[in-house]
């Protein structure tokens, strides 16, 4: 559409492959990718939605688009994903892996399943496309991970804890293997945003955390863009909003006892405003 | 009538009723669909009264929804439309994604009309009908991105909605450029002021349910457009006229930006990209 800025940005990027490519974030990404002219693979758990998607990309942005439905906490059904991606031998250079959940509540308010599942997808998902996508990328060109960690992933987060420690994992472990693989041409971005509207719980949560939600709320679109050209740049680490960052480097300052205890007390205060307000969603 | 279950819709859908027009109303939930649908069949028995529920944000329901209005009027062996209104509109605060893949405001309020008047085309032209679709004052505001025309990478929900309402001034503007001489149909882009209606409540933040709480106060009521709606599809007189924007049953001078043809008509061939439509070759 624009080729100006089309040629400015344009790395030869051969395929992307995107995780959790139907949810809100997932499919900033598709888009975003899609209007720079990038091939892409999209994966999710639902084939409509997938197919729905491919379609309206393929048309719009005359890009090709393949997808393939999965379920990554399972991993027969990751090295199948990986198997479908290899099929027709197009490599890739990129990997987006968004595909992660959270079931918000106290630990012991949470099924050991649910646990299981928070840790299957958000780390051993994570950990095994890394691998698989790197045994398919293209080798002439520079290969992009993007892991999406979260803002949460830089503190211990009450009523978020098991989510929160999974999205520390993902932090320095990319930050280390993109130490690692530096000297192969593969760049590592660990993207770390606040909370986003991507569903209508997630808007409930952001207003029910009043100024301060409204305030430390991104777009998924400019997260997106913005994470792709830092990407492209190589860059560790992406802090999207300025707030964000803000509370990034004042929350490093603090004990990590003392971050636990003013994060509680902020989630606890935005769970009983949300519960008052509506009881079915607890 | 699209978004014919509340606000501007409703009212002007319950005029044309009273007056014993025969209605096709399109509305986003089906039980608002059916309450509305049994209100003005009593108020009008004589007249054909049909609502279809259709979530606008996704061209598979538009299409779908314009489907179930050719064969119910083939059932009620009516074989034209006399008018079509593109009515429904939404503000959402944060950016959200269709399904599809469009931002939600840029698919409902302007892809949604322009494939619904796309598809209807052969209906309208068989009674030389009108089309009619709401833009507002808000226009004004309003430009063409044309690097980011969803606002995607830059979202700011009161932007991205006056873009929508400037693509609405623009669409009308080359459909009687592109169509107007040799279909017979014309289109008219309907500035309805501010109106007191639900359009800030649905779905959005306690901030800026209040904003908009406070701003609709100093609005009329839906009626007032709805009057104006009404005489656009009726009124013999407006056809004489070359004018694409209208409040008050009066041409009113749009936007300097709604009266470039460049971009009304590089609007139209995106938007058939988007919607995987071209025109010219269903004409040839």
């Not at chain 2, 406070?214 to 599809?233: F, K, M, T, Y």
């Not at chain 2, 409040?247 to 009266?259: D, H, I, L, M």
Request: hydrophobic share 45%; net charge positive.
């Amino acid at each position: 559409m624009n080729n100006f800025w089309y040629a400015q940005n344009h790395t030869g990027m051969s395929r992307v492959m995107i995780t959790g490519a139907t949810g809100g974030l997932g499919k900033a990404f598709a888009v975003e990718c899609a209007s720079r002219g990038w091939n892409l693979y999209l994966t999710d758990l639902r084939p409509d939605l997938l197919e729905t998607l491919a379609v309206n990309l393929r048309q719009t942005y005359r890009v090709r688009v393949d997808w393939q439905a999965s379920d990554l906490t399972d991993p027969n059904s990751r090295a199948e994903l990986i198997r479908q991606a290899a099929e027709d031998r197009a490599p890739f250079s990129a990997l987006i892996n968004v595909a992660g959940v959270d079931f918000e509540g106290p630990f012991f308010d949470q099924s050991p399943q649910q646990i299981r599942t928070i840790i299957r997808l958000n780390v051993e998902g994570t950990l095994d496309m890394i691998r698989g996508m790197l045994s398919l990328r293209d080798p002439l060109a520079p290969f992009r991970i993007i892991n999406v960690a979260s803002l949460a992933g830089f503190y211990p987060m009450p009523v978020k804890a098991t989510y929160a420690a999974s999205k520390r994992f993902l932090l320095d472990f990319s930050l280390a293997l993109r130490n690692e693989l530096r000297a192969d041409g593969v760049t590592v971005t660990a993207l770390c945003p606040a909370g986003m509207p991507t569903n209508p719980e997630c808007i409930d949560a952001i207003d029910a955390q009043g100024l301060m939600g409204q305030l430390t709320t991104c777009n998924t679109g400019s997260v997106a863009n913005e994470t792709l050209n830092a990407a492209l740049r190589g860059k560790a680490v992406v802090i999207p909003g300025g707030l964000n960052r803000f509370l990034q480097a004042a929350g490093s300052l603090l004990p990590g006892v003392w971050v636990a205890e003013l994060v509680g007390w902020r989630w606890k205060a935005a769970r009983r405003k949300r519960f008052a307000q509506n009881p079915a969603a607890a | 009538m699209t978004g014919a279950t509340s606000g501007i819709g409703l009212a002007t859908a319950e005029m044309l009723a009273r007056r014993g027009a025969n209605l096709i109303g399109i509305g986003r939930s089906e039980d608002r669909c059916r309450k509305t649908e049994a209100r003005l069949a009593a108020l009008q028995p004589q007249a054909s009264i049909h609502y279809f529920a259709a979530d606008l944000s996704l061209q598979s329901q538009v299409r779908a929804a314009a489907e179930k209005i050719r064969a119910s009027l083939r059932t009620d062996g009516i074989n034209g439309l006399d008018g079509l209104v593109n009515n429904a509109g939404t503000f959402t605060y944060w950016l959200a994604l269709t399904a599809e893949g469009f931002e939600t405001q840029w698919a409902v309020n302007h892809l949604a009309p322009f494939i619904l008047t796309l598809e209807l085309l052969p209906l309208l032209q068989a009674a030389s009908g009108r089309v009619v679709t709401v833009s507002s004052d808000s226009h004004y505001a309003g430009r063409m991105h044309w690097d980011d025309l969803q606002l995607r990478r830059a979202y700011n929900g009161l932007h991205a909605y006056e873009n929508t309402k400037l693509a609405n001034v623009l669409f009308t503007r080359e459909f009687n450029r592109r169509l107007g001489g040799r279909s017979g149909v014309k289109a008219f882009a309907v500035d309805p002021g501010l109106v007191k209606t639900e359009i800030g409540f649905k779905g959005t933040p306690a901030l800026v349910r209040w904003v908009w709480n406070l701003r609709r106060s100093g609005g009329v009521s839906p009626e007032v457009p709805a009057g104006d709606i009404v005489s656009l599809l009726g009124e013999p007189s407006v056809l004489q006229s070359r004018e694409v924007y209208w409040k008050g049953g009066k041409p009113k001078k749009s936007s300097r930006r709604a009266q470039d043809d460049i971009d009304a008509l590089r609007l139209w061939v995106v938007s058939e990209k988007m919607v995987g439509i071209n025109q010219d070759r269903q004409h040839e």
